[in-house]
């Protein structure tokens, strides 16, 4: 077994109290794409659920959690789609729930985040300042903070998606795993590596937000300036030592794809799978484009993690047919 | 009980020998179209699996069997979905499928039915021709002809969606079924009828393909001339005698839409759910489009049958943002 903070039995424990809405996601050879990507590709969706992502997995167990004990109002710096996701569990569960993103976000995401009923607030900067934003809220009024990737609940709701996955296909050469904090890439590494010990393991993070990466390859926190990158789920700048930590030990490779990669990606999906994924939902795919070789023949799985995108924002990508 | 040729035991015994990746399919709230649509939208979404529609699961019940008992060898008639189910189903299970198809066929969809395995044949006319085609095929070669909708394997395999939704949702007010042949009107009208009968039954076809509508309304088979509609997966302008009796039981109404009406619908599926849908699987979205004030405040599920469109064709459909 992986040592990282994770735990096999915590995670099928936290697939219990997951809204069935969020889980046994469809997982489904799209053989339309093998052509074009020169390997068989499985398709792990988690966009087709109330929020379009697979956020939700660990936001229930977070709000499953404070329900059973703590306190009945939690905060999270968010991108969009944590944020709509703790929205979501928390609505359910008459929980309060606090939003903090950066003014530049997804409006698409944020119109989201305050239709499920959560206070919203904007911050004049990045993620990280929400960040900081966030875990001052929480102090000020004693409420939880829901830190993604740090929280062990984000890990193991994310590595549920891990546990479908080894169950519903007997063997795979290689699954491919958007790298953002870490709670997607640890939670399925950690599984894949204990259950599927022969499957390779590789994050995928755009080259314009490569903190995550970098500090993997250097075996330390290596933190960078202002992320560039139309992926606004993971863009980062200061890696968790924690989630490090149990990157390095499950993760066999992170690499980095350029912006061009992610839209080619998203446009493939579009035309040959039929699915709208939003930038950091098409990393996999981007990996593959960038590096046809390394994947030629081989049987990869993909998690197309989210599909909130801005419609107009999304066109300008996928481009005219 | 409705007095249809389809049974619930059989329709939960078909679901049995259905492959897993087509059923249990995402099933949710989609609550970012409540406020454009003006009701509750849950959707049924058929597209997240290897054929990207709701076809596999009548083509596994009869591919099922055909291995137990028949020929090893079938033809179907198609516009393309049942075409690459029958295909999928078939290759699984070293049957023979051939499919035959109008030249007018979308060309994504007949691309998918060869990568698949199958011979096909394309005839020079519309969908009725492809029948009569299939039907020579099957007499002169002594193959089984799997005719949509009038086979009961066809029918109770999309029955079987209406299980996982009775399941599912506690309540609600309405569905609204695409309606073309009938096999999925007439299969998920006969379960919803029996296992939630306070839901209404509502078909949708479209204005330029009305046979089937026409003869629920008159109570008798009425054929039409050529159809006009951008909705190929429910062009068909002969309807089956046994097929409308059951949709007669079955049904509390069924409407015609317009095609902008369709083109709509594509449009709000998009961007406000992140679903590619075929034309087909947008005919829910666009009856509600088409009276408001009919769905005004109500619980409404659809199903989004559908996803195979030709890349180009869908861009020119749901336009620029």
């Known amino acids: 077994m992986p040592e990282t903070r994770l735990d096999l039995a915590r995670i099928q424990a936290a697939r219990q109290v997951i809204d069935p809405v969020f889980r046994d996601t469809p997982l489904y050879r799209c053989e339309a794409l093998d052509p074009v990507l020169g390997c068989s590709v499985r398709i792990k969706l988690e966009t087709a659920n109330p929020v379009r992502s697979f956020k939700g997995r660990g936001t229930e167990v977070v709000a499953d959690g404070l329900v059973r004990n703590g306190p009945r109002a939690a905060v999270c710096a968010s991108a969009g789609n944590l944020g709509q996701a703790l929205a979501w569990s928390g609505r ?9 993103a950066s003014r530049h976000a997804t409006a698409a995401k944020l119109d989201r985040v305050r239709a499920l009923g959560a206070r919203l607030e904007l911050v004049d900067g990045d993620h990280e300042l929400a960040r900081e934003r966030a875990a001052a809220i929480a102090r000020h ?8 990737s740090l929280d062990l609940e984000t890990c193991e709701g994310a590595a549920t998606i891990g546990l479908e996955l080894v169950a519903a296909v007997p063997s795979f050469d ?25 499957a390779e393991v590789i994050c995928v993070q755009p080259a314009g937000a490569p903190a995550m990466t970098r500090s993997w390859h250097a075996r330390r926190v290596v933190t960078t300036g ?9 863009a980062g700048r200061r890696p968790i030592p924690e989630v490090l930590a149990d990157l390095l030990v499950v993760a066999d490779d992170a690499v980095l794809v350029e912006e061009a990669s992610i839209i080619a990606g998203m446009r493939l999906l579009l035309d040959h799978a039929g699915l709208v994924a939003e930038p950091s939902a098409a990393l996999g795919i981007a990996a593959i484009l960038a590096d046809r070789d390394r994947f030629a023949g081989r049987q990869v799985v993909t998690i197309v993690c989210g599909g909130n995108v801005d419609p107009h924002a999304y066109r300008g990508w996928v481009g005219p047919a």
Not at 141 to 148: A, H, K, N, S
Not at 186 to 198: D, E, I, K, N
Not at 226 to 234: K, L, S
């Open 92 to 100: 359910g569960r008459g929980l309060d729930v606090t939003v903090v």
């Open 226 to 234: 202002p992320t560039n990158t139309i992926a606004d789920g993971v």
């Open 141 to 148: 009024d004693g409420i939880r903070l829901v830190e993604d």
């Open 174 to 198: 290689v699954v491919l795993i958007a790298l953002g904090g870490g709670a997607l890439a640890t939670g399925v590494g950690h599984v894949v590596r204990s259950l599927a010990p022969g």
